[in-house]
């Protein structure tokens, strides 16, 4: 493999859960809202999605139904970036860092730190986007529910089962549309209260568990970002090849040998270079 100096790594936040789900290899798409803030904002239904075009990243352009102001936008990441996941996390005695996503047994009084304050440091899920599409949000395939890595499992008799997440404002202390009451931390199958697509009833809660009861009926324009886990193995680093015993490639191109930029030892310097490692 080359070494490639042009490489993007962009950070990426998930859950403590959507980070368990895509180190099991569950979760493949990633649905977001950011950059499409101004036609989501009053009526993502008065915007109208006349172009779209993939040069790298996606370039979008809309036009509003009443008045003609048309708007352009493009993603944050582009086909071919690496994201590195920022998840919960926390240090550890024994290792340098310990993420919720990959403790068997949580204790409930466990702190963790947000996802937002992980350093690069503390890295371990690596992702490389090799698709972006633009649609709504309840637009969603049912497919496309399991790749976004909602719980779900097939019980003896076949019959699939589907997690339906709790909301993130009211608990499931009470019956509101659309989410009633019990169903809340439960699996439900096809048919359960009438619901004819369990599937997208988990991928709904989901969205309303991270991002608000309200989110989901807005029915906002979204990114659907599809991404690969990129398997990576300590002492390797997965972009360029080299390891501790042969870094030849990165001192032919840097002119001098490259250190490990994250504590996992999966992503060297010279792949990474505007890294301080301490
Ligand atoms: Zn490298
Ligand atoms: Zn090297």
């Given at each position: 493999m080359e070494v490639n100096?042009?490489?993007?790594?962009?950070?990426?936040?998930?859950?403590?859960e959507m980070a368990k789900k895509i180190r099991g290899f569950y979760k493949n798409q990633t649905r977001r809202t950011n950059g499409l803030e101004e036609i989501n904002k009053d009526n993502p239904d008065s915007?109208?999605?006349?172009?779209?075009?993939?040069?790298?990243?996606?370039?979008?352009?809309?036009?509003?139904?009443?008045n003609k102001i048309e708007k352009e936008f493009s993603s944050k990441y582009s086909i071919g970036d690496y994201l590195w996941v920022k998840e919960p996390w926390r240090f550890s005695a024994i290792f340098k860092y310990e993420y919720k996503s990959s403790l068997m047994y949580k204790q409930p009084e466990d702190k963790w730190n947000p996802s937002l304050h992980m350093h690069f440091d503390a890295s371990t899920i690596f992702l490389k986007i090799i698709n972006?599409?633009?649609?709504?949000?309840?637009?969603?395939?049912?497919?496309?529910?399991?790749?976004?890595?909602v719980d779900n499992f097939i019980d003896e008799d076949g019959i699939h089962y589907f997690y339906v997440y709790p909301l993130k404002e009211k608990g499931c202390s009470r019956s509101i549309m659309g989410h009633p009451v019990g169903l809340c931390n439960s699996y439900i199958s096809k048919g359960i209260l009438g619901i004819k697509n369990p599937e997208k009833f988990a991928f709904q809660s989901l969205w309303q568990s991270i991002n608000g009861f309200k989110s989901w009926y807005k029915n906002p324009w979204v990114w659907v970002y599809e991404f690969e886990k990129i398997n990576t193995e300590h002492g390797k680093c997965f972009i360029c090849g080299c390891?501790?015993?042969?870094?030849?490639?990165?001192?032919?191109?840097?002119?001098?040998?490259?250190?490990w930029a994250n504590a996992a030892n999966t992503v060297c310097t010279a792949c990474k270079p505007n890294l301080k490692k301490k």
């Open positions: 100096m042009k490489v993007k790594m962009k950070p990426i936040l998930f859950t403590s915007w109208n999605l006349i172009k779209a075009v993939t040069a790298g990243n996606l370039l979008v352009r809309f036009n509003h139904s009443m972006i599409r633009i649609e709504r949000l309840k637009d969603i395939s049912v497919e496309d529910c399991l790749n976004e890595g390891t501790d015993s042969d870094c030849s490639q990165c001192i032919e191109k840097t002119g001098k040998p490259c250190d």
